[in-house]
């Protein structure tokens, strides 16, 4: 709940800041009906009470009248008098001394120029000035304070306003006419004078056409021409090395046989067989 209205009195002050041109530190007028609320409430010290309330340093004011108003009701508002004496005197103009709203509704006139914030616990007095374009209200309720959001006719002003600084002024409109009718009629004049030299001087002349002139003839560039990329050989280093043709078996030692199945170079060797011989032999004794 806390963090939400937070974030709505920093929406409200930001409306302010922006349209209106409050800058920090925001500058409070104050009347005795709240300085009598932070008295009773405990919301002390007030200049503390209404920063964390705006988020940003503030400068407490008053009025004379507020002053001159407290002071009349006595004893029973003596606290709120002695407080209210320490706040900042607002000029108010007033030689006879008038009621409290009285006074805040002038100090604050049509246009707020000193822009203050009003705090007040009048709920009359804020309906007025809900009716003035740039018056942000403070109110109290029980321990804390509230920045109430913009009224709906502070959310038409500045949307009308926006509008208004999107369309030309009448005067603007009429110096902007001004001004074009002025530059065409000297456009017009420099061309009669021209075509004027021209005929005087080469009436056979024309003037120079570069519209039929193609781009190399005139040396100039129609648009950009990229270079078309063309196929490249693959990259050296990826591609695999030939096989050499180099017979496979000799490149590894081997000895290679000829048709006979003898290796070359070698003669054949006849094997002897004793038992045959042998045999040969015992035949031949008998």
Partial sequence: MRFKKQKRHRKTVRFFSVNFG????????????????????????????????????????????????LKKLGAAQSASFQAARKLAIARCDHEKKVSADACIEEVIGENNLEHFFVATQDADLRKKLQKVPNVPLI???????????????????????????????????????????SVSANVDEEDSVDEEGLGHHNPGLQPHNTRNYSGKERDV?????????????????????????????????????????????????????????????DGAVQ
């Fill in 139 to 181: 109110f109290g309720l029980r321990n804390a304070l509230f920045l109430e959001k913009q009224s709906k006719f502070q959310d038409d002003f500045v949307k009308s306003s926006e509008e208004k600084r999107l369309h030309l002024t009448e005067k603007e409109f009429k110096a902007l006419e001004k001004r074009i009718t």
């Fill in 22 to 69: 409050f800058r920090q530190p925001f500058k409070v007028l104050c009347d005795g009906t709240f300085v009598h609320h932070l008295l009773h409430n405990d919301l002390t010290p007030a200049d503390k009470a209404l920063s964390n309330c705006l988020s940003a340093p503030v400068m407490l004011f008053t009025t004379s009248c507020v002053l001159a108003e």
């Fill in 221 to 281: 560039k129609d648009r950009v021409r990229f270079k078309r990329k063309r196929a490249k050989g693959p990259n050296p280093l990826s591609v695999k090395k030939k096989k050499s043709r180099e017979n496979p078996n000799r490149a590894s030692g081997k000895e290679v046989k000829g048709d006979d199945g003898n290796a070359e170079g070698k003669r054949k060797r006849k094997r002897s067989r004793k038992g045959k011989k042998l045999a040969g032999t």
